[in-house]
């Protein structure tokens, strides 16, 4: 290819990110569960995430990182409420950047699948009890997730706290240097939760018609963009629900006109999460038809789901199904995927992505 999209840049508000090829948020369960290290990143997520900018990703996001102790889906996971976490990502930031990557950072609040146990090789599953560590969890409306444990309904004022543990988790994200803010509205954690009818039942101004379940991420993204009127802010949504009477497409479509006005940068677009009982056949590129949707919105929009080549990535962007493309597991198995794929592709910038030290290995 004289000049694939995939390794071309892509401008985000006033943001110029050096290829289309990004790193999604993954979850690492690693962080202290408790002490003065609670929800700290510390040395694996420093390799972890420094090992994918130096692979040749354009933008490296953080894993989902709760904006208050709560807010975690597990007890191992990232939290950005307190210094010392915003310091340990800082230095994060650091070995991101100089590796000609930019870092991003997802924010979240995990609601009513918040204190369950890590999702990692012989864990056990489910509720974490709160007298093993785990704690009471919150939702919009008093309504389980499958199996796991009960949620405390959130009063309106409560509401209004989770809008400003989003913003100040922003601002510490700003300061610690990160070049992108993600809001996790996806997956069935709170936000989602909050956007689905199946999840919220609320009869005060968070519940209610389609433009009252979404009062709550349209206002931590106006309330976000007021304040760093320069920052790139993304939002991460599933697009359908995949079941009958949920947030489906048509509705995410609505959702993202709104976003663009309350100055939302990109939607990247995912699904599920919000029902235990939901069963979807996936293959190669299931979810891309959902950013393809999207569009319509007129927002830039990133695909995701088994897109596992480099053929397969640029045939997204060239037949303008999404704007950019996030990687997930293949990169987890190959940091260094990138480099390859555009070798592939013979990208004329593959052998300035490359890392001088790898060229014996690459080229």
Not at 32 to 40: D, N, Q, Y
Request: proline share 6%.
């Amino acid at each position: 290819m004289a000049n694939p999209l995939l390794f071309q840049p892509f401008q985000l508000r006033g943001l110029t990110v050096r290829n289309r090829l990004w790193v999604p948020p993954m979850c690492q369960y690693s962080a202290a569960a408790e002490g003065e290290s609670m929800g700290v990143p510390n040395d694996w997520h420093l390799v972890h995430l420094g090992a994918l900018a130096r692979g040749g990703a354009g933008l490296v996001i953080a894993e989902a990182t709760a904006v208050v102790p709560e807010g975690r889906i597990s007890p191992n996971d990232l939290g950005l409420w307190n210094d010392t976490q915003e310091q340990a990502f800082a230095n994060i930031v650091r070995v991101i950047h100089s590796h000609g990557a930019h870092a991003g950072i997802q924010l979240a609040h995990a609601g009513r699948k918040a204190s369950t146990h890590p999702w990692l090789p012989g864990a056990a599953t489910g509720s974490v009890a709160e007298a093993a560590g785990g704690w009471q969890t919150v939702a919009p409306s008093a309504i389980a997730f499958g199996d796991f444990a009960d949620p405390r309904a959130l009063s309106t004022s409560e509401v209004y706290e989770v809008i400003a543990a989003f913003v100040a988790a922003a601002d510490r994200a700003v300061a610690a240097g990160f070049d992108v803010v993600q809001i996790h509205a996806a997956h069935g954690y709170l936000l989602h939760e909050f956007l689905s009818p199946l999840s919220n039942q609320r009869d005060d101004q968070f519940g209610g018609d389609g433009e009252r379940r979404a009062f709550l991420l349209r206002e931590i993204v106006r309330q976000i963009r007021a304040a760093h009127p320069d920052l790139p802010v993304t939002v991460r949504i599933s697009g359908d629900e995949w079941v009958e009477g949920g947030f489906n497409v048509e509705a995410a479509l609505q959702l993202a006109q709104w976003l663009k006005l309350d100055g939302a940068d990109l939607i990247d677009a995912s699904s599920a999460g919000n029902t235990a009982e939901v069963r979807i056949s996936i293959g190669p590129s299931y979810q891309v038809w959902i950013a393809d949707r999207l569009r319509a919105a007129g927002l830039p929009v990133g695909a995701v789901g088994l897109i596992t080549s480099a053929q397969q990535a640029e045939s997204i962007l060239a037949t303008g199904q999404a704007d950019v493309i996030s990687v997930g597991r293949p990169l987890l198995a190959n940091p260094q995927l990138p480099l390859k794929w555009a070798q592939e592709l013979r990208a004329p910038v593959a052998a300035a992505l490359t890392p001088p030290q790898y060229h014996r290995a690459i080229f």
